[in-house]
């Protein structure tokens, strides 16, 4: 593994030679941070460069303030997610690592040795400059240690009770073991001095795992085949329509398909995710199967009525006789939620259905049981049974009806598993609705 620095500048060209590769398809952003102000879908190389040269504008006497540094290894020695983790733990060596401190890192494909690009400031977040004495001599002395820690000179440690599963699952990464780690209800910290990872839980350590162990068992390599993304795409997109927030989308995930979504960067704003899939012990990055900017695009509560009411008023005008049973098979499925009582409740919100819609659906039911309105003249809206009334019966009372104008069965979930696909479920129930 070799870690160059490369020459500096005063106008970030770093970033734009970067970005340049990006667009010609021979490289990508691996990860970005502390971008303030932009978001990533408006990155552009002029915004991108003009960020970093107003960001370092907070101390003048810096001159040349781009630090860009290359990370490489011989063939595919390591992944480029392996080299991002010793990306990170070189910049904490360097001085590189203090909250909020701008950062670029991109992986590049244009050679036969996998490598990446490291781009930030010399300026440190509270303006000071960062220290450059012995850059290069240092750099080479970490350099060193880190290799010691990936490539296993140490003796190897004793595992710890609590990482031993997590260390069976298939992974790439040190963050990759972190992230499942926090699916299993712990935190993870890296030590400031050595080369591990502290494991906390309910605030208390319970334990600490050596880097060069967690990268012992990592694989080079684990992607999903073609219909595994399919799959777990059509099952992201599907909940994430069914869900208000990222929290409710991960509730889900976990309680019908074993699978933990852990979303990396801040909580309010995460960069990425990593799905982690318990009953298969496998963990995949999340833009595998849906970018995380596709992720959140959650639905406000007014548009997802409006939506709701513009499928019923659909429904009806398809097949005007349906009852509120078979109206809310379909609200199930497509919204997560059902008519009751004249109203539709998501996400604890609730709206009352126009008038004209309930008694639609109040008459469709009365006509599914056999119910009809007979007029006379001392009763001129009673209902009566079409079936004749049992002897002794009183023949102006009418058959006992569900105030609710629908049926009281549950509805049924219909889940997406290994061997089927959403739109085939969707279509048997679009089948038996409209039969």
């Excluded at 972190?178 to 890296?190: F, P, R, T, V, W």
């Excluded at 199930?332 to 996400?347: K, L, M, P």
Aim: charged share 25%; net charge neutral; with cysteine.
């Amino acid at each position: 593994m070799i870690i160059t620095i490369l020459p500096s500048s005063a106008n970030f060209h770093a970033v734009a030679y970067n970005e340049m590769k990006v667009e010609k398809g021979v490289a990508t952003l691996l990860e970005a941070q502390n971008i303030l102000g932009l978001r990533p879908e408006a990155f552009t190389t002029e915004k991108l460069r003009q960020f970093f040269i107003d960001y370092s504008s907070r101390n003048t006497h810096i001159q040349n303030t781009q630090f860009h540094v290359a990370v490489s290894c011989k063939g595919n020695e390591y992944t480029h997610q392996q080299l991002l983790d010793i990306a990170h733990r070189y910049l904490k060596e360097m001085g590189y690592a203090d909250e909020g401190q701008p950062l670029l890192i991109y992986a590049h494909h244009d050679t036969p040795n996998n490598h990446i690009h490291i781009v930030t400031s010399r300026v440190a977040p509270d303006g000071h400059k960062i220290d450059h004495a012995h850059e290069k001599r240092r750099s080479r002395e970490i350099t060193l240690k880190i290799m010691e820690e990936f490539e296993g000179r140490r003796q190897e440690p004793e595992v710890n009770d609590i990482a031993k599963d997590a260390l069976s699952y298939r992974y790439t990464s040190k963050a990759q073991f972190c992230a499942i780690m926090e699916s299993l209800g712990y935190e993870c910290k890296d030590d400031d001095e050595k080369p591990m990872v502290h494991l906390y839980r309910g605030g208390q350590e319970q334990g600490t795992i050596q880097v060069q162990l967690v990268m012992r068992h990592a694989l080079k390599e684990n992607k999903p085949d073609d219909k595994r993304r399919r799959q777990l795409r059509a099952i992201l997109q599907k909940y994430r329509n069914l869900s208000a927030n990222k929290e409710e989308l991960a509730a889900h995930m976990k309680r019908k398909f074993g699978i933990s979504l852990v979303f990396v960067g801040k909580a309010d704003t995460p960069y990425g995710y990593i799905v982690v899939d318990h009953k298969n012990k496998t963990v995949f990055k999340g833009g595998e199967f849906l970018s995380i900017k596709d992720l959140l695009q959650f639905e406000d509560a007014a548009t997802r009525f409006a939506k709701i009411e513009q499928t019923i008023d659909d429904l009806l005008a398809d097949n005007p006789k349906l009852t509120t049973a078979d109206i809310n098979r379909v609200l199930y499925r497509q919204f997560g939620t059902h008519i009751h009582r004249g109203t539709v409740s998501w996400n604890g919100e609730t709206i009352i259905l126009r008038e004209s819609v309930v008694r639609q659906l109040h008459d469709n039911y009365m006509d599914s049981r056999g119910i009809v309105k007979q007029v006379s003249p001392h009763q001129p809206k009673a209902e009566r049974s079409r079936q004749s009334s049992p002897p002794g019966s009183n023949p102006n009372i009418s058959n006992v009806m569900d105030t609710q104008a629908g049926s009281k069965d549950p509805n049924h979930e219909y889940e997406v598993g290994h061997g089927m696909n959403v739109n085939d479920v969707d279509n048997q129930i679009k089948s038996k609705i409209y039969m």
